[in-house]
């Protein structure tokens, strides 16, 4: 597993044990307030591992596959 993979697999096992902490039996505002922040932790986190891999090149076989269908779709 490639190291920022591993690096949110951890955040989001840590932030998954904080929202069941935050949410087992606690109806105060704390309760509320702690969910709150479990979900800005795992927004947060969906955000940089999609933002790495957005920025990742498409690998030279995918690229030649998109070349070849638009050219395809040149000939109809």
């Known amino acids: 597993m490639p190291q920022h993979d591993r690096h949110t697999y951890a955040n989001a096992s840590a932030t998954s044990s904080a929202e069941a902490a935050a949410t087992n039996g606690d109806s105060s505002g704390k309760g509320a307030r702690d969910r709150s922040l479990v979900e ?7 955000r940089r591992l999609y933002q790495q891999k957005l920025q990742e090149e498409v690998p030279q076989h995918l690229q030649i596959l998109l070349e070849r269908l638009k050219e395809q779709d040149r000939l109809k």
């Open 40 to 46: 800005q932790q795992i927004n947060e986190n969906l």
